[in-house]
């Protein structure tokens, strides 16, 4: 057993020298060295971006997707969508410990969730049993392995797997919506009626209090009147966010010229920096959670219109937020049962 | 004469409903709305990582240069690279205003810059007089819009045009280490010894203070030696942004453990965001003003090593970045000898 990289390094095998993440390539195979964790791999939840574009890729055609992710997997080594860059996270046993391993609390046996991307996890898939099209997920036979600095969180008993895969998988979300939003906020979320938008308009609502205004875009009918029915926004704005004018208008029908203090853009498509700047005041914040954001799209878009907001990159990850993303399926009974229906 | 969009919407071709940033193509007719502004151009200063990828694409030969900067402006009506996205700005004489500009102090002749990016102006070449392999200008005879939207400065009396605009088009950085560096902080500039690097490494040290440390990672020996030399730095290490692993540890071998509060990237090449996050430390920031940055990137990258940092996107855009910016070059007689040297 080779004493090797906390960041996994050594499995890179394409470009050297990269990072497992920005590597076109990294070594699948299912040994472990000391300081890595082995795991029996049940389901697989993969990105919604990447998910979105494999479906589409594929028409919807269930065998050609199962061709396609094991394609991408033996490709590279991990489940890394070549188009989006986008990974997801996993829900698996413990198989393995290695012995320099950081948590000696872990057992062979213990369930957990992993946090950090797929789009550097090692992978191998020996078999596809079902891709569930409706929630992402993909159940699988198949090993992986978690380096010594990837995060996990050891499965709640009190949750169902399946749900807290899919809660889990977008816990950065609502974390970060805890900071950012203060007392009386004018909080806009962009693709609200989503997973993490569902989210994001809870700790909103709670975070923005009384006095806030949370208002919710949501592109189907049907979405939009679940989150009114949830009680999850004040208002809730039916239209395409990739219209930046429609968005900004139909936004100030609700604020007013001064728009919105932040704005959480939890889409999983492309084109709508735009109308997260133009509905974000000066001073104001945008927090880009969606993965399908162009980085140069959004420095240059604000830049064109003379906006000066914040925009932040939608780190997956953030202290703490594990905990408080299944806090919040303990605490709402209603995102609870819908999220039960959808993903269990 | 037509009543535009503010925008510019009205000028986007293809595809409709987008704002033109984000359009294939835009309107450059030289007859301008009633809000507009119309001007006579004398340089554009290509946006850096654009003009590195227009520059390699056509081995440095300024004939095929010019063929394909031409080509791109007919073709999409706009300067804005096709690979990079990003665009530039320029330097330009009034020659027309709309009678509902809002800026009534503006009078034809005035020479401005542009802080809008090229990326978003209608724009028309009539013939390239030059290219300046080594300070991305590129001068020209032509004609360009502004929207009512756009932003930009009139040239300042006492700093040559082609310096102002060199300063100005990476306005955007220093405004922001302005804000985001507090005293006693320790803070790294990547790619601290180009343009944009240098203007903040500058305000760094000012803003961090004789208790602060400013570091700063540079590829080429020379430009490293140019900060020492212009005492822009604390330390200065030669390395590639691109091999995280590495600059992790060099940086450590400075800062020890804790590494950087504060992170800022001004270089020009792809996959740096890696080495930008590990030296940052937890609920630390990155400030991603490069180009070259992927979104994806940076968000998975974090969260696969379990980092907590806030990653701000570079926005063009910050209240009085202008007058920040030329401030710099007004009390810093060493920079503004080398910009000096460099642009004009
Ligand atoms: N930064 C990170 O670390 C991280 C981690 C995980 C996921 N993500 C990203 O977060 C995003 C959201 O993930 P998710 O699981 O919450 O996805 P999701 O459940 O599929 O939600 C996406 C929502 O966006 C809405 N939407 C789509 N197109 C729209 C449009 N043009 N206008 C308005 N709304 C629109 C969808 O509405 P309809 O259903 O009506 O189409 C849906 O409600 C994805 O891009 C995903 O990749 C990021
Ligand atoms: N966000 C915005 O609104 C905005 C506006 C304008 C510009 N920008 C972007 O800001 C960035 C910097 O612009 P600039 O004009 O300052 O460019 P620049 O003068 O060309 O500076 C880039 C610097 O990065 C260094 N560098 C390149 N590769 C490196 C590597 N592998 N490791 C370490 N250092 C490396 C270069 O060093 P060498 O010279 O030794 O190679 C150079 O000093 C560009 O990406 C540009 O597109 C953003």
Not at 43 to 53: H, K, M, P, V
Request: hydrophobic share 40%; charged share 25%; net charge negative.
């Amino acid at each position: 057993m080779i004493k090797a990289c906390p960041f996994g390094t050594h499995r890179v095998m394409e470009p050297k020298g990269t990072m497992p993440q920005a590597a076109q390539k990294i070594d699948n195979t299912m040994t472990i060295a000391d300081n890595e964790l082995l795991l029996d791999v049940m389901t697989l939840n993969i990105d919604s971006a990447s998910f979105t574009q494999v479906k589409s890729a594929c028409n919807s055609d269930v065998a050609k997707m199962e061709e396609m992710i094991t394609g991408i997997v033996s490709e590279r080594g991990k489940m890394q969508n070549p188009v989006t860059g986008s990974g997801g996270m996993l829900i698996g046993e413990v198989k393995e410990i290695g012995p320099n391993f950081p948590d000696k609390t872990l057992k062979v046996g213990d369930k957990l969730a992993t946090l950090v991307s797929l789009s550097l996890t090692p992978l191998k898939i020996e078999k596809i049993k079902n891709i569930n099209l409706s929630n992402d997920q993909v159940d699988i036979d198949g090993q992986a392995v978690l380096f010594e600095s990837g995060i996990y969180s050891v499965l709640p008993a009190d949750i169902p797997e399946k749900l807290a895969l899919a809660a889990l998988d977008v816990a950065g979300a609502p974390a970060q919506v805890e900071r950012l939003v203060k007392k009386g906020d004018t909080v806009c979320i962009i693709g609200g009626g989503g997973k993490s938008g569902i989210l994001c308009a809870y700790q909103a609502m709670v975070n923005a209090g009384p006095d806030g205004k949370v208002i919710v875009i949501e592109y189907s009918e049907e979405n939009a009147k679940r989150i009114l029915d949830m009680n999850l926004a004040h208002h809730v704005i039916v239209a395409d966010a990739t219209k930046p004018v429609e968005i900004y208008e139909k936004v100030k029908e609700i604020t007013g010229e001064d728009v919105c203090d932040v704005v959480i853009n939890n889409v999983n498509v492309p084109n709508t920096e735009m109308s997260s700047i133009l509905i974000t005041k000066d001073d104001g914040i945008v927090y880009f959670f969606s993965m399908a954001t162009s980085f140069t799209k959004a420095a240059l878009g604000a830049e064109g219109v003379g906006k000066d907001v914040q925009m932040i990159v939608g780190n997956g990850y953030a202290k703490n937020h594990a905990d408080l993303t299944l806090g919040i399926i303990r605490d709402s009974e209603v995102i609870r049962e819908l999220f039960e229906k959808l993903y269990v």
